[in-house]
T-cell receptor, first 113, second 110 residues
Framework: DVKVTQSSRYLVKRTGEKVFLECVQD?????MFWYRQDPGLGLRLIYF???????EKGDIPEGYSVSREKKERFSLILESASTNQTSMYLC????????????FGPGTRLTVT | EDKVVQSPLSLVVHEGDTVTLNCSYE??????LLWYKQEKKAPTFLFML????IEKKSGRLSSILDKKELFSILNITATQTGDSAVYLC??????????FGTGTRLKVLA
């Protein structure tokens, strides 16, 4: 079974702090994704990566950066957390970039106060 | 602009009922349509559809795609309380773009 894990289930941070969210997958997938999920807005893509050290902006990259130094690990960084970044963050991986199934991690609920 | 619209937003039924969830889309370069079930955690994959008119089936769940009318339906027969969840539809457009609908929240009462 594919397993995608995220470093924290719940996180509370203060405005202005630097926040790291980590995601690890164990299936040697090429592609990894970071989404945020907000009520009424669905899942929105922040960044994705199709290879080590490669990254592409999604629909809402502002205020975020990412790092992929190893194939299995994809990190999301909030350089200076703000209250409007309070959300559920979901990481996903997929083998097939073109059309295929994504496997999701359990999510990190981040609250910025 | 690519978009995916799911209806209804929410639904309450009794055990044993049959439900139909809808997903309509407008995207520029359709590759596939995916259905997921999300309980209180990660979305789990249900179906991937790429061809019109071919029903995918898994137990009491089935789904079909209509690429001419740009929609898909997810059917659940003989619903159980364990089917209570948010059902997400996503359309893959181009090489990486997964566009998600906002989901249908299903509650099944015992």
């Amino acid at each position: 079974d594919v397993k995608v894990t995220q470093s924290s289930r719940y996180l509370v941070k203060r405005t202005g702090e630097k926040v790291f969210l980590e995601c690890v997958q164990d299936m040697d997938h090429e592609n990894m994704f970071w989404y945020r999920q907000d009520p009424g807005l669905g899942l929105r893509l922040i960044y994705f990566s199709y290879d080590v050290k490669m990254k592409e902006k999604g629909d809402i990259p502002e205020g975020y950066s990412v790092s992929r130094e190893k194939k299995e690990r994809f990190s999301l960084i909030l350089e200076s957390a703000s209250t409007n970044q309070t959300s559920m963050y979901l990481c996903a991986s997929s083998l097939d970039r073109v059309s295929g199934e994504q496997y999701f991690g359990p999510g990190t609920r981040l609250t910025v106060t | 602009e690519d978009k995916v619209v799911q209806s209804p937003l929410s639904l309450v039924v009794h055990e044993g009922d049959t439900v139909t969830l809808n997903c309509s889309y407008e995207v520029t370069n359709f590759r596939s349509l995916l259905w997921y079930k999300q309980e209180k955690k990660a979305p789990t994959f249900l179906f991937m559809l790429t061809s019109s008119g071919i029903e995918k089936k898994s137990g009491r769940l089935s789904s079909i795609l209509d690429k001419k009318e740009l929609f898909s339906i997810l059917n659940i027969t003989a619903t159980q309380t364990g089917d209570s969840a948010v059902y997400l539809c996503a359309v893959v457009s181009g090489t990486y773009k997964y566009i998600f609908g906002t989901g249908t929240r299903l509650k099944v009462l015992a």
